[in-house]
């Protein structure tokens, strides 16, 4: 288990249930796929102010640009790998009533 595993407690959980429901709200509004991209850059912008906090000079956030990029995109495939993999394992269970809800409504003409 790494370290990052050891965030996964129920404050995680919680913290993370609650943003895929204001995604799905906005999902909902806006287009799954808007919401998607949305999501991604939120992270990407939440995460570079974490990184800018990090540090006191720009000049430091330049020199820990490199290991800041590599670190996310890494933790974000890791994840998001971790994740399809779930999806395909139970994708009868977590997708069969949505699929065939989305087969029936690009039919129905």
Do not use: C, P, W
């Not at 909902?28 to 102010?49: E, L, P, Q, T, W």
Request: charged letters at 30%; zero cysteines.
């Amino acid at each position: 288990m790494s370290i990052d595993e050891n965030m996964f407690d129920d404050e995680f959980v919680e913290a993370t249930n609650k943003l895929i429901e204001i995604a799905n709200e906005m999902g909902g509004k806006y287009g799954d796929h808007k919401m998607g991209v949305a999501f991604i850059y939120a992270a990407a912008r939440f995460n570079a102010y974490i990184a800018a906090g990090s540090v006191t000079k720009a000049e430091e956030l330049a020199g820990k640009r490199d290991k800041a990029v590599e670190y996310f995109t890494d933790r974000f495939r890791q994840l998001y790998d971790g994740n399809l993999a779930d999806y395909i394992a139970n994708f009868d269970e977590y997708m069969g009533e949505a699929a065939e809800e989305e087969a029936a409504a690009s039919t129905a003409h």
